[in-house]
Nanobody, 122 residues
Framework: QVHVVESGGGLVQVGGSLRLSCAAS????????MGWFRQAPGKEREFLAA????????YVANSVKGRVTISRDNAKNTVNLQMSSLKPDDTAIYSC???????????????WGQGTQVTVSS
């Protein structure tokens, strides 16, 4: 069983930056492609960014492109999401997920973290 745990959420002011980290345990993180998602109250879950097992390939949603960077450090078993120019609309629960699907990139992820709250305040 793989456990995925996010960290780095909190309260941020408008225009600020934030780095979220995700650690996968119970298996080497390099075994899984990783993705970041968010869900705001009353809204559907939204894909933000994903990174391949090796870190060579990354994908970022158009809605956040230019403000979001995803990276991974397999030596530390972590995946990071760097966000900048934060807006109140970025307020949401941010979740990390791991995929072992050989056909990745897909929309299906096998393991999910509990999520971390990010609140952008003016």
């Amino acid at each position: 069983q793989v456990h995925v745990v996010e960290s780095g959420g909190g309260l941020v002011q408008v225009g600020g930056s934030l780095r979220l980290s995700c650690a996968a345990s119970g298996g080497a993180s390099s075994t899984y492609a990783m993705g970041w998602f968010r869900q705001a109250p009353g809204k559907e879950r939204e894909f933000l960014a994903a990174v391949s097992k090796s870190g060579e390939h990354t994908y970022v949603a158009n809605s956040v492109k230019g403000r979001v960077t995803i990276s991974r450090d397999n030596a530390k078993n972590t995946v990071n999401l760097q966000m900048s120019s934060l807006k109140p609309d970025d307020t949401a629960i941010y979740s990390c997920a791991a995929s072992n699907n050989p056909n990745w990139p897909t929309d299906d992820y096998d393991y999910w973290g509990q999520g971390t709250q990010v609140t952008v305040s003016s």
